[in-house]
């Protein structure tokens, strides 16, 4: 890390081998110095016909130094939600949420998809919930900022001081450990908006270390069979000359579009990986640092689209996810990702020989999760999934619901519940996953079964009643006891409005949510946990 006020700036185009003037900046005594690099060149030159190529692969047989990790994507914003907090939808211990971008209605402030402000997202999508439920099972997110749709911010702010501001945002909101900067499109050459995001990324990264609080920074970018752009390469090497502590480069290995109308994507994808090694290496040794080959794998990720990819003719299946596996765990990749979980199941209904594009299914034969299940087997992820089962809320039966601090609904035994529903049980939220009565959310289901509800995450200390919301106005009778109203009277009780669905004699309207579908008295008012109807 660097204490410079001011960013080298990124030139991705510049080739200081080529340049007569350049010079090699001062350095440690510890890094490799130009004048033995080119006298290793020398040695190797004449050793074989590799030359400056063959040293900038430098081969190492001490074996892997990295134990791959699984860390698969996952879309946010994306409908229907994905409960990557939950075990059985999630095999994998961590995940990277994505994707952060600036706000439409204002450039230097955060949203999720350009969709929801970070309240709105804590609050419709129950995100900073389920990021909580996912920590206490002992899984993590990355968080990931840009992605191919919308505007970056870096490249939509302008103003240094309130991107540094939205960055410090998000790390302090979501206690953020790893950071995935996902570069796409004309952003990988936008130099200015390249300057501004290092100048930022290094700030809140060294602000992390003073607080003893940890920083890891990922670089995602768009790779070629031969391996990253120039302008890939151009924004590692600012990113190492701006101070950033730069954990890997992740290589989306994708949409290579190279004309074959029946590519091998292992294949291509292990080329890329190949040729960014080679990149890296070299990089690295320009900045003054040797590595050895493992210890650049160990910076390398991969992340593949899983199934029917953008390009019609590829398609990446469950063989090339073993095979990258494979190469992930024999080589020491340090990271290994998919795009993504939302899509890790068959589409349904018959597409036989046709070409499937979904963000919710991957267009192939397979099993669902099958992706998820090939990755999260990787030796370097966080306790598996078994253990995440296994993972209880301490004391959570001894818990009593207190409805004036529950900000869903308390479960009852006699209520129907439809799918989508949010109650609150023993100190922790949950939504059903399909109509239900009478099955407890906390209990563990029967051999062979799933559980009818959904975890989403604790309750927090300090959140309230849920506040129900009229859908009408004008109602000013109110309800009294001994009186017989006619269907389709509406009248007020406890200061929200009712409307008699047949003639009922002193029955009160009801205050239990979800209200029984016996209840003579339908509410006209919505509460929060209550699935929206069309």
């Avoid at 290496?281 to 990720?301: A, C, F, H, M, N």
């Avoid at 009593?400 to 519940?417: E, F, I, N």
Wanted: with cysteine; glycine share 8%.
């Amino acid at each position: 890390m660097s204490d410079r006020a001011t960013p080298v700036a990124v030139r991705p185009d510049y080739d200081p081998l080529a340049d007569p003037d350049w010079q090699e900046p001062e350095q440690p005594r510890s890094r490799l110095s130009w004048s033995r690099l080119t006298a290793l060149v020398l040695v190797l030159g004449l050793i074989g016909a590799g030359g400056f190529y063959g040293f900038r692969y430098l081969r190492d047989t001490a074996g892997p130094t990295a134990k791959s990790w699984a860390v698969p994507y996952v879309d946010v914003t994306l409908t229907p939600t994905f409960q990557f907090q939950d075990p059985t939808a999630n095999p994998a211990n961590d995940v990277a949420l994505g994707f952060v971008v600036a706000d439409p209605k204002s450039a230097c402030r955060p949203s999720w998809g350009g969709a929801y402000t970070l309240d709105g997202a804590g609050k419709q999508l129950e995100l900073d919930r389920r990021i909580d439920q996912l920590r206490k099972a002992g899984g993590d997110i990355t968080l990931s900022l840009g992605g191919l749709n919308n505007s970056e911010l870096a490249v939509a702010c302008t103003n240094q001081q309130q991107l540094t501001d939205a960055y410090r945002q998000l790390i302090t909101r979501y206690d953020v450990k790893t950071l995935d900067l996902d570069i796409e499109g004309t952003a990988v050459a936008d130099r200015a908006s390249l300057e501004r995001r290092v100048t930022a990324v290094a700030t809140v990264q060294k602000e992390r270390v003073k607080a003893g609080k940890k920083l890891t920074v990922w670089l995602t970018l768009p790779v070629s069979p031969a391996g990253l752009t120039d302008d890939g390469v151009g924004v590692v090497r600012g990113m190492l000359e701006g101070g950033v502590d730069l954990r890997g480069v992740n290589v989306m290995t994708m949409d290579y579009n190279n004309g074959d109308a029946r590519p091998d994507m292992l294949a291509l994808s292990l080329s890329a990986l190949s040729g960014t090694h080679k990149q890296l290496t070299d990089l690295y040794l320009r900045l003054g640092t040797k590595l050895t080959s493992p210890q650049v794998w160990s910076r390398i990720g991969a992340t593949p689209m899983i199934g029917q990819n953008d390009i019609d003719t590829e398609r990446f299946t469950l063989d090339d996810a073993e095979g990258l596996a494979r190469f992930a765990v024999d080589n020491g990749l340090g990271r290994v990702s998919m795009w993504s979980l939302n899509r890790d199941a068959q589409c349904r209904g018959t597409f036989a020989n046709v070409v499937v594009h979904s963000n919710t299914c991957s267009g192939v034969d397979q099993e669902a999760l099958a992706f998820s299940k090939v990755f999260a087997g990787l030796p370097g992820k966080a306790p598996g999934s078994d253990d995440r089962d296994s993972v209880e809320i301490p004391n959570r039966a001894a818990t009593d619901d207190d409805p004036d601090t529950s900000p869903y609904p308390v479960w009852r035994m006699s209520a129907m519940y439809v799918a989508g529903y949010k109650v609150v049980w023993h100190g922790v939220v949950y939504e059903a996953k399909w109509a239900n009565s009478g099955v407890d959310p906390s209990a563990a289901p029967a051999a062979g079964t799933q559980t009818a509800w959904s975890v989403i995450g604790p309750v927090s200390p300090v959140e309230k009643a849920p506040r129900p919301v009229p859908v009408i106005t004008g109602v000013s009778k109110v309800w009294q006891p001994g009186r017989t109203y006619q269907r389709g009277t509406r009248v007020l009780y406890e200061g929200l409005p009712y409307e008699a669905k047949w003639n009922t004699t002193d029955e009160a309207p009801s205050t239990e949510f979800p209200i029984d579908a016996d209840d003579p008295w339908k509410p006209l008012f919505t509460i929060p946990g209550e699935p929206k109807t069309n």
